[in-house]
């Protein structure tokens, strides 16, 4: 049965329409319209953003804006901003915007930018105080690290912040992240850290997270070693949306920031989650990271649907991934900083939208998000991008830049900016040799390959919330005309069931039968190889 979105007018007309222009090559498009950047590209507040270089007409965006109309994106994004219960799965709202918010958010009734206030006062306080060393630890030493213990949302956002804004931050603390439950990740910031200096922030929504738990039972027990277990809760904090689970596990409670059930983890850096950010860059900064994501915010409620850019990133995206077929897309930052956007983003992305039912519970008929991926240029150029001139597929990409660096080699800067501009250009319009010259096979390149170029004046705190919420947002609307709920993430739940089923069987001795005979087998050559080792 097709499903009610592939049944809509706009998205019958699309797929007539990519059909008919399957034919089209971006040298024709450009050669064919002198003023094609003017019509094809945005910009608001320090942000440019190019998709002249993708695959599209004037026809296919006025196709793909009447897709958004017909699936409702605008009203989607009302019900959102208005604390309606969007998150149908788990009854929840979805109001990571009201973190950022200068005006009341209602959610039953109950105006919830209150208590956002107040966490982010406790953590202004907190913040001061450790800069100031009014905050010590148990031997009265000030702080010189910070480690936050999370995973996924947890760790994502304020790892990527706090690497983004480096040239904000204040030289103490240090900061370091641990997410993976390899103990290989802790054990090594463990070792070479001072225990009477080090500050341990615990990120857990639930304060349950497997991941999350075990490090910080690790953490515990080597403060306990080394400073006795009464003087470990003077280095703990913790940002949750249980603080009687931090309290029982020993976190004192005037360090336990709340955020809430209607925070999704991968949207909860503006949250108590960032209070790594605070601690690097000061909570000056952070505010301006808040006020740069409301006014992407604003944009996005405000703005047209072809004067959008949350709405056109998101359109272009579906176009490629639904109706071109593209499998994959690419994000490219053309700066250091950004370097763990890429990783950020799979999250985001991923997360939010790879699913295959709608809202409803109908099996989708047409293709959902793409396989994100991606890297810091220029590193990506002597990598894969072999593949993205003359492989098979033709990979959509991002590519994202500064105009301004914080750092004064401008001749560096301007071999970064130069490699940015002119990758863009190959992969649109390739090189086939001239007419007087035919060039062998392996030294073609057809181009055709569809590119976004996004410039930042500066990669400034107030930049990177809007940057990020720009993102957020280009997710809500794939969501919309997807139909899927991008709030959820039940897709992670049966590997964590198995996992807790499996665990007990690895610590216990005797045969392991239960499982398929690969699952089977696999353990039982782990438990031969531990029982060696001993």
Known sequence: MPSSRSTLPSWQKLTEHQRAASGLHLRELFAGDAARYDKFSLSIDGMLLDYSKQLVTEETMRLLFALAGECGVEGRARRMFAGERINTTENRAALHIALRADRPVMLDGKDVTRGVKDTLAAMRRFAAGVHAGRIKGATGRAFTDVINIGIGGSDLGPRLACAALAPYANKRPRLHFVSNVDGAAISSVLEMLDPRTTLFVIASKTFTTQETLANSNTALAWLSKKLGGKAAAKHLCATTAEPARALEFGVPAGRVFP??????????????????????????????????????????????????????????????????????????????????????????????????????????????????????????????????????????????????????????????????????????????????????????????????????????????????????????????????????????????????RILPELRTGGPVSIHDNSTNGLIRHFKKQQRRKK
């Not at 925070?263 to 740069?292: C, D, Q, T």
């Not at 390739?430 to 390149?445: A, E, I, Y």
């Open 259 to 500: 955020f809430w059930d209607w925070v999704g983890g991968r949207y909860s850096l503006w949250s108590a989650v960032g209070l790594p950010i605070a601690l690097a860059v000061g909570m000056k900064a952070f505010e301006e990271l808040l006020a740069g994501g409301r006014a992407m915010d604003a944009h996005f409620t405000g703005a047209p649907l072809a004067r959008n850019l949350p709405v056109v990133l998101g359109l272009l995206e579906v176009w490629n991934a639904t109706f071109r077929g593209a499998t994959n897309r690419a994000v490219l930052p053309y700066d250091e900083r950004l370097g763990l956007l890429p990783a950020y983003l799979q999250q985001l992305e991923m997360e939010s939208c790879g699913k295959r039912v709608t809202r409803e519970g109908q099996i989708v008929d047409y293709a959902t998000a793409p396989v994100t991926w991606g890297s810091a240029g220029t590193d990506g150029q002597h990598a894969y991008f072999q593949l993205l001139h003359q492989g098979t597929q033709a990979v959509p990409a991002e590519f994202i830049a500064c105009c301004r660096p914080h750092h004064r080699l401008r001749p560096q800067h301007d071999i970064l900016l130069a490699n940015f501009f002119a990758q863009t250009e190959a992969l649109a319009f390739g090189s086939t040799g001239t007419d007087s010259r035919k060039l062998p096979p392996h030294r073609v390149f057809e181009g055709n390959r569809p590119t976004t170029s996004i410039l930042l004046d500066e990669l400034t705190p107030r930049a990177l919330g809007a940057l990020l919420a720009l993102y957020e947002h280009k997710v809500f609307v794939q969501s919309a005309i997807w139909d899927v709920n991008a709030f959820d993430q039940w897709g992670v739940e049966l590997g964590k069931q198995l996992a807790g």
